[in-house]
């Protein structure tokens, strides 16, 4: 205002010089000389005026420029719009959001940026302003030049002319796509949860501090066939079971005492059909956390575990059953079988001995077949005696010198070895409990099958042991025909051989009685073989500890 003012004097002497001029005109020439002096002093007057408008136009230009840059890099878009959202006039900011010069944005309607689905608000937008006269907030989404599509906040204001009427809006126009995404993404956090909750197959409660249930997750509608809404709001513990209750309440209020503190119990609960379902609870207090403010427990379904952990020891029950009466069988079976074996090997034996003169060589040959038979026979029934008596009829276990047990085997194999001229050798084996006789029986077998199995080659084997960890290691190794390792399993099942008897004699019941002997001392047997490379037999006992002078 100062300003306008200054340049209205500044024009004043402009005005005067005009009349004088005029005046001038008119005048003698004593007259003109005098006002051509005026007219000098008034020339100086009108340049330093001069020089004072050209100041203050500067002045204001700076100003202008000032306040239009303002305007234009402002960090907001403003916009001014005419009734019916025609652009009057833009910021650059503004334009730079759209993505578009400020000159063709001028006169163009605000609608072509608008997404189609948000028009509506802004032309409500813009009713309410000018029908409340009032700053009003909207939010929309603005598509750019470029396509790309941003929300932008928009706040505007009447603007009137200088009778009073209303010309056109003033808008602030911010871009919240930032502030948005983190409203999104706290949404989708809140999303993901939810449906973690309501998708999992727990059952997912939130309960007061009473015990009263502020909130069930869907499945419980799967598992206990309520609906949710017969749940909330009633107490928990009207469904325990009346057995379960006392304990279920004492966990619970030991939770309430200790903030933080975990809770897991087993409990049955009432289903909707009236049934007990068995449901494995855990839970954690979080009274204290203000997100929470309950105890959170995690309910599953285990009653399909708790019957198949049934079903299952119900089996093994069964099946040791089963396993000691094919034990009696086997015993009862092979020793009943001695007995007319006996009477069948008398009887051949006499017939052999009575008539040798009178009958023919193919007679005695058949005699000598059937006493052969019936001497394999008797093995059989011996081995199979041996191995149904290794569960049933075992010795307690006691401290037992391996070394010691060692040398009665191989003196029960002296002939053998003689025979086969094969040479023993070993380390000194430990002390452990044991059942010794079992332990002779296991070393006989490993060592009398590596003299049978032997090669072209002397045979050699040796024995030793090794601590590992808490448990000995035995290794009975040889030098013979070596096992293909497909059949490293299948020669420790009964009856289970890899030659004819021809080639090597036999029942196949050995190497199952072996395997019997080392489990039920708690440990495992195995081989380790290569066909022609000799093999090593390995199993473990454990160490009993403190007892044990190992070698
Ligand atoms: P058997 O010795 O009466 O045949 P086993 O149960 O003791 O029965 O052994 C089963 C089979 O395992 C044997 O027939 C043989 O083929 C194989 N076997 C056992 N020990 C050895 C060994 N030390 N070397 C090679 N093969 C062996």
New binding site residues.
Partial sequence: MKQAKDIKNLKKPEKKVRSQTRRLQELSFQDTESLIRELEAHRDELEKHNEELQRLQKELEDSRNKYSDLYDFAPIGYFTFDGNGLILDVNLTGAGLLGIKKQFLINRPFETFIEASDKDIFRAHRLDVLLKQTRQTCEIRLKCKDGKIFYAQLQSLPVKDPEGNLSCLRTALSDITKLMDTEESVRQSEEYFRLVTENSMDIITILEKDGTMRYESPSVERTLGFQREELTGANVFEFVHPDDKEEAMKIFSQAIENPGLSLSLEVRFKHKDGSWRILEVMGKNLLDNPAVAGIVVNSRDINKRKQSQEDLMQLAEELKRSNTDLQQFAYAASHDLQEPLRVVAGFVKLLGKRYKDKLDTKAEEFIDNAISGVKRMEILIK?LLAYSQIGTKGNAFKLTDCSFTLGNALANLQAAIEENKAEVTYDRLPTLMADATQLGSLFQ??I???I??RGNKKPKVHVSACLKENEWVFSVQ?N????DPK?AER??I?F????SREE???????????KRIVERHGGRIW?E?QPGR??T?YFTLINTAGLNQGP
């Fill in positions: 081995d077998n490993l009398s099958n590596a049978k199995f040889d013979g025909i070596g096992i059949d020669i420790f009964i289970q051989r890899l030659h090597y004699s036999g029942t196949g019941i050995g190497l199952a009685v072996c081989v073989s000799g093999s037999f």
